[in-house]
């Protein structure tokens, strides 16, 4: 069974720093690897998909990577701002009709 | 159109009620799924249906029905539910089976039993 781990559970920077998210998951048989974003109450925003053929992904200050080997994923935010207050979601796609979703990072940007 | 549409954004219904949660995609995604989603949680698999038809229930009380009445439109019918069904149900949708685009989310039904 597919298991994932995200890792801080929670940070808090001060606006401007670059940080890192980490993701883990315990069978490197995947298809994708996906990462969404999530406001509180709100539904997930999908920011970046990283199929398994690929290293990783960016899209403007994001930057994906996947070790499928090692079983890691990492989201690199870069000049972090206010707005990238949220939770972030990393979720495997290992059958094609489900994700496998960690417990997420709640990161907290402040001003 | 690259959004899933999900009505009503808020719903508050007593444990006699029967009420129904709508999704809506026009990108062409022919696999739809249901997920519950409680706080600080992470979402959890409800239904799949593939191609208009189910094809995962994931051991789901019977309180909650859905249905693919075509490939645009899903549906979650609520009967009899408990306070502990309140949550955040989130509709989703995605190409069959490996997907380029992977899947994308609704912006969820705030959901809560009295």
């Known amino acids: 069974k597919q298991e994932v781990t995200q890792i801080p559970a929670a940070l808090s920077v001060p606006e401007g720093e670059n940080l890192v998210l980490n993701c883990s998951f315990t069978?490197?048989?995947?298809?994708?690897l996906q990462w969404f974003r999530q406001d509180p109450g709100k539904g997930l925003t999908s920011l970046l998909l990283?199929?398994?053929?690929?290293r990783e992904q960016t899209s403007g200050r994001l930057n994906a990577s996947l070790d499928k080997s090692s079983g890691r994923s990492t989201l690199y935010i870069a000049a972090s701002q206010p707005g990238d207050s949220a939770t972030y979601l990393c979720?495997?796609?290992?059958?094609?009709?489900?994700?496998?979703f960690g417990e997420g990072t709640q990161l907290t940007v402040n001003p | 159109d690259t959004e899933v549409t999900q009505t009503p954004k808020h719903l508050v219904m007593g444990m006699t009620n029967k009420k129904s949660l709508k999704c809506e995609q026009h990108?062409?995604?022919?696999?739809m799924y249901w997920y519950k989603q409680k706080a600080k949680k992470p979402p959890e698999l409800m239904f799949v249906?593939?191609?208009?038809?189910?094809?995962i229930n994931e051991s789901v009380p019977s309180r909650f029905s859905p249905e693919c009445p075509n490939s645009s439109l899903l549906n979650l019918h609520l009967h009899a539910l408990q306070p502990e069904d309140s949550a955040l149900y989130l509709c989703?949708?995605?190409?069959?089976?490996?997907?380029?685009?992977?899947?994308?989310f609704g912006s969820g039904t705030r959901l809560t039993v009295v």
């Open positions: 989703a949708s995605s190409q069959v089976g490996l997907s380029i685009y992977g899947y994308t």
């Open positions: 979720a495997v796609n290992t059958s094609g009709s489900r994700l496998t």
């Open positions: 249906y593939s191609y208009e038809k189910l094809s």
């Open positions: 990283i199929q398994s053929s690929q």
């Open positions: 990108m062409g995604h022919r696999a």
């Open positions: 069978d490197s048989a995947i298809y994708n």
